[in-house]
Structure formats: structure tokens, C-alpha cells
């Protein structure tokens, strides 16, 4: 590791203070700290301390435990909170076991065309969730979806039914829980060392009884770890809900939050005591996710092993069946019926006649609210991966190339926004521009909107930079400085130029993230700042869906031009 | 007269609170090969980086030249990139988004050298190493041993005052390293560059060095010429460091300036053996001392009875290695000693040798 500071560059010659130099850096990397610390604590902070302030909005402030008993007694409440945990449940049962089946097949057999099959999943990890709720709608509403309507020449009624409980379940599962898992796990089990599984294949094992008695146990801390992402990840859910809940009032916490603040009287004291309630639910989550990250460079090795892939003889084309079929649920059939529903006259009314046109486009195409939105979609995008590139690279230096003592504390700050729930966060920054006199005149503009983006995309940006840091060695760097760089030439000439594909596509993955955001910006948006997002948000709400899935496939497409030039510029998964 | 390149002061570096390089002071001059030796952790490697200005000490000064780099009681510290130095890294560290020209052209380029010299001069440097026609090639395809002769070109080509190599042989396999050795030496005396070289090897050390600092503990052991240090350590540590040593047990018996008489114990009991103090040791009589010699001073001969000051014994293994013989023999019955013999005789396991043990070559040491 090297002493070198981003300050250091300055030091000069002989007869400047040593002291100084120490002293820079320090300051430079407690500034960062301290800027960080105050974007990622402040907002949960004032949300603590909001659930205690009872007093109706624009009353003088009163503080007492009202919020509390509501979200504890409540019986609406409480089954928000009931319902929360129990999709989260039951997504992770469903999801974890296929994906681990599905990363195995990917990085450890011979299955033809895994390469391929591997970026569809990549691909589909990119795609909204809204768009591919939407999708779902078209095929399994009740009266109207598509597969309900084949079956019921064959059962007489429709069998799926998409705002219930299990309809909830389906569209999670097929949107966020199964592909990250896959997208997160196939590398890591393509950088286990095969030598554990020829062994125990020497020994007379057979491919299934190695799988589960070998390859899954030494893999376990990777599993562990990527299933309590998963589960906080799940715990942040907000679009499948407002969507699929509603129409049978059906509430999680996120939704039921989002519900008791854009009624007529606001209840901000029990919006924020559920939100602490979260809060403290996900606290254990974290710190078991982070000893099964620490724990885990000790039990998967990685490196430059010969992975010879397993033969799956003839379950070869059994597996192909099986991840083309999954592979049709949460990419084909998303992206064809959003397109198939962006040219009907009635959204899902497949039996009229003449279902098709093209109006929708034309109409969207031209409004004015449309345009507006694009534009500041496009804006908030490149303007939040900008900055964020900025932002996260700098903490990411500070974290692996110097000696500052807090480095340790600025790491797990940077990685805390990924257990706040996007709608908490919304909620906090909402408080924080609202209720800090300096900050009111930002309030509606992109600034805060970007800065939203820039706290929720943090922890993977910093994560994948530091990663990319760590792959590139200090003695890079070093070499450069003892043949006559300064630190900032070193920083343009070698730092940067490596590091520039994982740079870009961290950018292309902030761009994404900041296209497709509405949990964190729910709250903020207002009609000066709208994005596509929320754009299309309040066209579902206005039940204009045929307009709404337009939009929703323009905001698919920037998301899967993303993707695809994340991926070119050669960032496989390193994620996590 | 011998200019000094490289002054070390009293330089101390702690990593938290252990001393990686505790109170070091060396003299380096001018076209010399200096090595630092020691097992890993000595604090060899610190002390090179401490030289480069890719640590900063926390005692003591480093003069380069007739420049202060460091210095703790001056409170002054030159960064790294105005030190005029060359490196070669243990990894090469050779940037991967340039090609092999780029590589070597951007000190030059650094040092705003016009871009015609720097072709000039880069094809020079690449030209003294083998790699002429490889400039357009990009830097990650080269073999090993091409990466390591293109570190040593960049590290070159803006002739630095001094040139710092970090362990750079120990990633090539044995053959090449061997050719890689012999290339350097022949490179340095063709240049004159002074070196300074950290290596944990002592084959290395010794046979490409001029002088030599056997490192322990943060601390220099003992700095000498390498036949010096091989034949007349001042320390334990460096004698058991450096080749093979073979140690007996026992206690002064009679003491005559350097020359010693230890009565032998253990299995050896009743044995007399000569040799001669070891350099700075207090002897006196009745002072339990250890016997030690290299297994190649050893004169075996196949025998009857031990005759002067040798032993008898029994060889119990024999391992033929190519170039000669390695055999493990008991004395007294139970202890055993590693010998080289010759290839010229024909030996076999169970033979009774005698082992001559030339009274000038063996040190008596404190136990």
C-alpha cells in the first residue's frame, strides 16, 4: 500500500514540512468522511428523530409517541408490515435455490450457449421493474391477460390472477430477486477452484452428489451473502406494490408509507416510526452480510485455476430447456409484450377488434409532458453519473490507497444507503431540503434529484471502483512516481487509463440506475423535475396505461443501451 | 576515489508499533552492487522502498548524492518522483494499457526529452536487452523474461543516479533466472550504474554482488564483500543464513589466542576437536560453545581410525543430486550431519568415512 495521498502530489522539495503533508492528507480524507457521514447518517437521522414529531404539518412542533403506537397498533400498519416480511420470505425461498442452480449450470457445466444465456440475465437485471410489471399485467390479468384467456378454452376460467398475494410473488421473483442473484453469483462460482469438485469426483462422486456435498457447502459464505442483499434488497420493494396492491389494498410498508404521506393530512409521525421499524429490521441483516463478506476470502479462492467444466451428458439439453424457458420469463416475454402493449387501443383488451394502433406513440411522442420528462430524465442520468463517478471514485481511493485511520468507518458508511429503502431515503432528503433553510431553494430543482441518486447508487459504485483498485496493484502506480510522475500525472497517465472501462461502466450502471429510479424519488420529483419515471407513474395512476407503457419502453430502452455498453466496456459481474 | 551514492542514517520505520527497520545505516558507492539479504520480514524490502520514497521513515536520513531525501530531524521529505531513481518491481509493474516503446518513453517523455531523442534513446536501451523490434507490441503479451528486461529498460533509459531492484528474479523459473543473473551483471559493468538489490536468495546475493547486508530484524546484521561474509560471519545468524553449516556441541578445553581445544559431549563424549575463536566471541575455559564448519570444508576419506582432528563415521543415506553426492552420516553413533561428497569415488550407504576437519576452518562459537 502505498503513503501516497491525493494531497501528495503537492509536496514539493526539501525543506517542506513532513508534518504538513501528513496533516493534508488527513483533512482531505476527513472532509470526504465528513461529507459522506453527513449525506448517509443526517437523512436517517432526521427520520428517527421525525417519528417522535406529532404535530400536524405547518403546526408548531410537538413530540410525543403517537407515530409509534399507530405503527405498532394500528391494524393497518402492522399488516404492512406483516405483508413485508412475508413477500420478502417467500421470495428468497423461490428465488435462491434456482438461482443457485442456474449460476452453477452458467459458470461450472458445459451447457451450450451459457455465454449467451449469461447475458440475457445481465440484460434482464437492467430491466425496469415497473415495464415488466406491466408486461406481467398483459399476460395474467384476471379478465383480460393473455395466458388467462388461452387457458380458459381449455379449464373454462382463468386460473392466474396478478393483484394477489402470489401474483406479487411472481413478478418479484422474475424481476429483481432471481437475475441479481444470478448476475452476483456465476462469477463467483466460476473463481471456485475446480480441484474441490475433481476430488471429490475422484473419490466416487457423483455430478449431483458433488453439487450439493461439495460445490454449495464451499460456496456457502457467497450464498449467505448474496441472499441478505437479496432480502434487503427485497425489503426496498415500492413499484410491484403500488401497482399490484392497490386494486385489492394490498399494502407493504414502502407502499403504506408512500400512502400515508400523499393523503390529504399527512401522517409524517407514522410514516417515519414504520420507517425506523424497517430500519432496525435490516440492522442485523447488515452486520451478518458483512462478516460473510469478510469471511468469505478465506473459503472461495480465486485465481488462475484450469476450470475444466462439468459434463452434463444427457441433462445437457434438460438444463438448456429449463434456463431457456427462464430465460424467456424474465427477458423475451417482458420485453415483447411491453412493445405488443404500446400499440393497443385498450391496454390488455387482446378480443376486440382491431386491437392495434399507433396513436399512443403519436400522442406520447408529441406531448409536451413527455418531452419535458425525457429531457430530464436524460439530464438527471448523465448528471448523476458524472458526479457519482466523481464522488464514488474519490471515496474508493481514499478506502484502498491510503492509511487514513477512518478508512474503515468510511467504507461501511458507503455501503449503509443499500439498507435504507429507497422511499425512506426519499423521505429524508425531503425533510432535509424542506426543513434546512439553506437548502430550500434546491427543492424541486435536479439537484436534488441527483443527489438522491447519487446516495442510493453508492454502495455498488464504491464497491466495484475499490475492487478495481484493488485488481490493479500499487505497484502500478509506484513504478510511475519512481521514474519522475508527480501524483496527479500518475493519477491521469495510469489510474485513470486502467481504470477507465470499470470507470465507464460504473458510469453506465449509475446512468441506468438514475433512468429507472422512483422509490428514491418518489417524494422529490415534483412537476419542474419530473423524470420519465415518475412520469409514467402518474400515468398508471391516472389508469392511462397504454401511454404508460410507451413510456415505460423508452425508459427500457436507455436502460438495455446501458447495459449492453456496460457490458462492452468489460464489466462481467464483478459486482459484489 | 569512491564517491557515495546512497547514505543511510540511523533510518528507523515502524509499522504500528513494531520496527520494520530498525536504526539502519549504510554507505553505497558509486557503480557498486549492494545487496540487502535476509529472510522475509527482515525489513529489506521497507528499507529499499524508505530509499525510493515510497515509505517515510520515522528515525534517522537518507542522503542521495549530495542531496538530503529524507530526513527525520529536518523534517524534510522529497516525494518519490523527484528522487531521480529507477526501480524494477517484484511484479514489473509494467503498464498494460502501453505498448513496450510507450513504456520506456514515458520517463523520457516526463523529463521533456524532444520525441526524436526519445525514439533514439529508447531504441538504444532496448537494443542493450534483446527487445529491439519489439516497440509496437503491447506490453501484456511479452513473455517473463521480456517483461522483466523491459523493466530493467525503463528503469534505465534516464540513467538514474541509482537503481533499486526489488526481488525481480524471483518470478522467473530457475533457468531463466540463473540467465537472467549473469545478463544483469554483465548490463552493470557495461554501464556502471549503481545498484542496490533486495533479494532473499542468498545464491543470488552472493554471485552478483559487490558488497552485501544480511539483514534481520529490521536490523544489518553484518555488511561485507560475499566471500567474506561466507567464510567469516559475524554472527550466528549469518553463518547459519548463508550456505550449510555443520554444528557440534562442547566446552573449551584449552585456549591459546585463536586457537581453541573443545572437548566434545553428547554422542561425541571423549572426542578432542581443534578450531579457531570466532571473530568477537569471549572464550575461556569451560565456555559451552558450538563447532561449526561448512560441509564442504569437510575432507572425507574412507578409513579406519579417526587420526588428528577428525571424527569417524557411518553414512546412513546417500542422495546422488547430479553434480555430486549428498549424504547423511551419524557420528557417535546418533547424531547426524549433512556432507557433500564428491562424485569422483564411488560411495555406499552403510560405509564407515572418516571426516577430516581442518582446525582453520572450523569457528568455535558461545552456544
Known amino acids: 500500500m502505498t503513503p501516497t495521498s491525493p494531497t501528495g502530489g503537492r509536496v514539493r522539495a526539501i525543506g517542506l514540512r513532513r508534518a504538513s503533508r501528513v496533516e493534508a492528507q488527513t483533512i482531505f480524507c476527513s472532509v470526504v468522511l465528513a461529507v459522506v457521514a453527513f449525506c448517509v447518517l443526517f437523512p436517517v437521522v432526521l427520520v428517527v428523530l421525525e417519528s417522535f414529531q406529532v404535530a400536524p404539518p405547518g403546526q408548531p412542533a410537538a413530540y410525543g409517541l403517537d407515530g409509534w403506537r399507530a405503527a405498532l ?27 443457485v442452480l442456474i449460476a452453477w449450470l452458467l459458470a461450472r457445466t458445459d451447457l451450450p450457449g451459457r455465454h ?6 445481465w440484460a434482464a437485471f437492467f430491466l425496469p421493474t415497473l415495464t415488466v410489471t406491466l408486461s406481467w399485467i398483459l399476460l395474467l390479468d384476471p379478465e383480460y391477460g393473455l395466458v388467462n384467456t388461452a387457458l380458459t ?12 398475494f402470489w401474483g406479487i410473488v411472481w413478478v418479484h421473483v422474475v424481476t429483481g430477486s432471481l437475475t441479481v442473484k444470478v448476475v452476483l453469483l456465476t462469477p463467483a462460482f466460476r473463481n471456485m477452484n475446480a480441484a474441490f469438485e475433481e476430488a471429490s469426483y475422484v473419490a466416487g462422486g457423483t455430478t449431483l452428489r458433488t453439487a450439493l456435498r461439495i460445490t454449495v457447502p464451499v460456496m456457502a459464505p457467497v450464498i449467505l451473502s448474496v441472499l441478505l442483499l437479496g432480502t434487503m434488497v427485497s425489503m426496498q420493494t415500492f413499484e410491484v406494490e403500488q401497482v399490484l396492491g392497490l386494486p385489492f389494498r394490498f399494502f407493504v ?5 408512500y400512502d400515508l404521506l400523499v393523503t390529504r393530512v399527512p401522517r409524517y409521525d407514522a410514516a417515519t416510526a414504520l420507517a425506523v421499524l424497517i430500519l432496525l429490521a435490516m440492522l442485523p441483516l447488515v452486520f451478518v452480510q458483512q462478516w460473510a463478506t469478510r469471511r468469505r476470502r478465506y473459503t472461495t479462492v480465486t485465481g488462475q485455476f484450469h476450470n475444466q467444466p462439468h459434463r452434463l451428458g444427457r441433462w445437457r439439453w434438460a438444463a438448456l430447456a429449463l434456463l431457456l424457458a427462464v430465460t424467456v420469463i424474465v427477458l423475451g416475454a417482458p420485453v415483447a409484450f411491453a412493445l405488443l402493449g ?20 403519436k400522442n406520447v411522442l408529441k406531448d409536451d409532458l413527455f418531452l419535458g420528462s425525457l429531457r430530464n430524465t436524460l439530464v438527471l442520468a448523465v448528471c448523476t453519473a458524472v458526479v457519482a463517478l466523481l464522488v464514488h471514485s474519490v471515496i474508493a481511493y481514499v478506502i484502498v490507497r491510503t492509511r487514513y485511520a477512518a478508512r474503515r468507518v ?29 437548502l430550500r431553494p434546491l427543492y424541486g430543482t435536479m439537484a436534488v434529484l441527483v443527489i438522491a441518486g447519487l446516495i442510493s447508487g453508492m454502495p455498488l459504485g464504491v464497491q466495484i471502483i475499490k475492487s478495481g483498485l484493488l485488481q490493479l496493484g500499487s505497484e502500478l502506480e509506484e513504478a510511475s512516481r519512481i521514474v519522475g510522475a508527480s501524483w496527479w500525472t500518475t493519477y491521469r497517465r495510469i489510474v485513470l487509463r486502467l481504470m477507465a472501462p470499470t470507470l465507464m461502466a460504473v458510469g453506465m450502471i449509475t446512468f441506468v440506475g438514475a433512468a429507472r429510479n422512483i422509490g428514491n424519488i418518489a417524494l422529490l420529483a415534483t412537476s419542474q423535475n419530473r423524470p420519465l419515471s415518475i412520469f409514467q407513474l402518474d400515468l398508471i395512476a391516472q389508469r392511462k396505461f397504454e401511454e404508460a407503457m410507451v413510456v415505460a419502453c423508452v425508459i427500457m430502452f436507455i436502460s438495455l443501451a446501458g447495459a449492453l455498453v456496460a457490458r462492452f466496456l468489460g464489466l462481467r459481474g464483478s459486482v459484489g | 576515489m569512491a564517491l557515495t551514492v546512497l547514505r543511510l542514517d540511523g533510518v528507523s520505520k515502524l509499522f504500528g508499533a513494531l520496527p520494520a527497520v530498525d536504526g539502519v545505516s549504510l554507505e553505497i558507492e558509486r557503480g557498486e552492487i549492494f545487496t540487502l539479504l535476509g529472510p522475509s520480514g527482515c525489513g529489506k524490502t521497507t528499507t529499499l522502498r524508505l530509499v525510493a520514497g515510497l515509505e517515510q521513515p520515522d528515525a534517522g536520513e537518507i542522503t542521495l548524492r549530495d542531496r538530503i531525501v529524507a530526513s527525520v530531524p529536518r523534517r524534510t521529505f522529497l516525494a518519490p518522483h523527484r528522487r531521480n531513481l529507477g526501480m524494477v518491481f517484484q511484479s514489473y509493474a509494467i503498464w498494460p494499457h502501453m505498448t513496450v516503446f510507450e513504456n520506456v518513453a514515458y520517463p523520457l517523455e516526463l523529463r521533456g526529452v524532444r520525441r526524436a531523442a526519445v525514439r533514439e534513446r529508447v531504441a538504444a536501451v532496448l537494443e542493450l536487452v534483446g527487445l529491439a523490434g519489439l516497440e509496437t507490441r503491447a506490453a501484456t503479451l511479452l513473455s517473463g523474461g521480456q517483461m522483466q528486461r523491459l523493466a530493467l529498460c525503463r528503469a534505465l533509459v534516464y540513467e538514474p543516479d541509482l537503481l533499486l531492484l526489488d526481488e525481480p528474479f524471483s518470478n522467473l523459473d530457475a533457468k531463466l533466472r540463473e540467465q537472467m543473473r549473469v545478463e544483469l551483471k554483465l548490463l552493470q559493468r557495461r554501464l556502471g550504474v549503481t545498484v542496490l538489490f533486495v533479494t532473499h536468495d542468498q545464491i543470488e546475493a552472493l ?29 550466528a545468524f549469518v553463518r547459519d543464513f548463508l550456505g550449510q553449516t555443520v554444528i557440534l556441541r562442547g566446552v573449551v578445553k584449552e585456549l591459546a589466542s585463536e586457537d581453541v581445544a573443545v572437548a566434545m559431549e553428547g554422542a561425541l563424549a571423549g572426542a578432542t576437536l581443534r578450531g579457531r575463536t570466532a571473530p568477537g566471541a569471549a572464550l575461556s575455559v569451560g565456555t559451552a560453545v558450538q563447532l561449526a564448519i561448512r560441509p564442504e570444508d569437510i575432507e572425507v576419506t574412507t578409513a579406519g581410525d579417526a587420526d588428528g582432528n577428525a571424527l569417524v563415521g557411518t553414512i546412513e543415506a546417500l542422495l546422488f543430486v547430479g553434480d555430486r553426492y549428498e549424504a547423511r552420516v551419524t557420528l557417535g553413533g546418533e547424531l547426524l550431519i549433512l556432507l557433500l561428497l564428491s562424485r569422483a569415488r564411488t560411495w555406499r550407504e552403510g560405509q564407515r568415512v572418516q571426516l577430516a576437519l581442518p582446525p582453520d576452518l572450523v569457528s568455535v562459537w558461545p552456544a
Open chain 1, 116 to 121: 449467451w444465456l449469461e447475458f440475457a440475465f
Open chain 2, 207 to 235: 554471485s552478483l554482488s559487490d558488497r552485501v547486508a544480511v539483514m534481520n530484524g529490521g536490523r544489518v546484521e553484518q555488511v561485507g564483500a560475499p566471500r567474506d561474509l561466507y567464510e567469516r560471519p559475524a554472527s
Open chain 1, 410 to 438: 468510511l467504507d461501511t458508511i458507503s455501503w449503509l444507503p443499500f439498507t435504507v429503502p429507497g422511499i425512506i431515503l426519499g423521505l429524508a432528503l425531503l425533510w432535509l431540503f424542506l426543513g434546512v433553510g439553506a
Open chain 1, 73 to 99: 397498533s394500528e391494524p393497518g400498519l402492522r399488516s404492512a408490515l406483516l405483508n413485508t416480511l412475508k413477500v420478502t420470505l417467500v421470495r428468497q425461498l423461490i428465488s435462491l435455490p434456482l438461482a
Open chain 1, 253 to 257: 410498508f414502502s407502499t403504506m408509507v
Open chain 1, 342 to 361: 404500446t400499440f393497443m387501443k385498450l391496454f390488455g383488451f387482446f378480443h376486440i377488434a382491431d386491437p392495434w394502433t399507433l396513436d399512443n406513440w
Open chain 1, 153 to 164: 378454452r381449455v379449464l373454462g376460467k382463468g386460473p392466474f390472477d396478478i393483484y394477489s
